[in-house]
């Protein structure tokens, strides 16, 4: 099956602990996102990257970091910096960085964060 | 600043009957819109897309009307079934290239 994969499902962390999200497209898209959804509100952009060894900070990157140094992964570390991580995370992905191209995403399953 | 928006944040229909859902957009520099659907625990899933140089696009059992005039957008859903109940988030790709979603619209469809 072709797609998006997000694991885990359900991850807890401590506080004062870092943990990584996983995401794995085989879709061959160049472009990766990563998106918080909190209840009541609309998909908020963390990253993004066009395109393998390149990625740009979105609207609430504080206290997040990313790589992109293989195509089809885009892996999404949580720092003990980020205050308030419990959230549903998901990662998308789309074609390629031309406008044309980059509109419709294609969304993971989504983790949800939680801290202990 | 620029922001998508939903009319009703649930809305309840019968099995069978049509459901409309309501987006409003403020960004009249937009020229592509988009409809997602998500299920509880899960991620969003592509409904149907429309370029700002139509009005109306067609799907399967589903339709997406634009109103650029009063920046409008609406997804209608013909013959409303179980399988529609979940979450329907619009959103708008605009300036600077990248999309801005809504809060979404709990779609529920009783008996």
């Known amino acids: 099956d072709g797609g998006i994969t997000q694991f885990p499902k359900y991850l807890f962390r401590k506080e004062g602990q870092n943990v990584t999200l996983s995401c794995e497209q085989n879709l061959n898209h160049d472009a990766m996102y990563w998106y918080r959804q909190d209840p009541g509100q609309g998909l908020r952009l963390i990253y993004y990257s066009q395109i393998v060894n390149d990625f740009q900070k979105g609207d609430i990157a504080e206290g997040y970091s990313v790589s992109r140094e293989k195509k089809e992964s885009f892996p999404l570390t949580v720092t003990s910096a980020q205050k308030n991580p419990t959230a549903f995370y998901l990662c998308a992905s789309s074609i390629g960085h031309r406008k044309a191209t980059n509109e419709k995403l294609f969304f993971g399953s989504g983790t949800q964060l939680s801290v202990l | 600043g620029e922001s998508v928006g939903l009319h009703l944040p649930t809305l309840s229909v019968q099995e069978g009957d049509n459901s409309i859902i309501n987006c409003a957009y403020s960004?009249?520099?937009?020229?592509?819109f988009i409809w997602y659907k998500q299920e509880s625990g899960k991620g969003p899933q592509f409904i149907i897309d429309?370029?700002?140089?139509?009005d109306k696009r067609q799907g399967q059992r589903v339709t997406v009307l634009l109103n650029k005039t009063v920046k409008h957008l609406s997804l209608q859903i013909a013959a409303t079934q179980p399988g529609d109940s979940a979450v329907y988030f619009c959103a708008e790709n605009g300036p600077p290239d990248k999309l801005i979603f809504g809060t979404g619209t709990r779609l529920q469809v009783f008996p």
């Open positions: 429309i370029r700002s140089n139509m």
């Open positions: 960004n009249s520099a937009s020229d592509y």
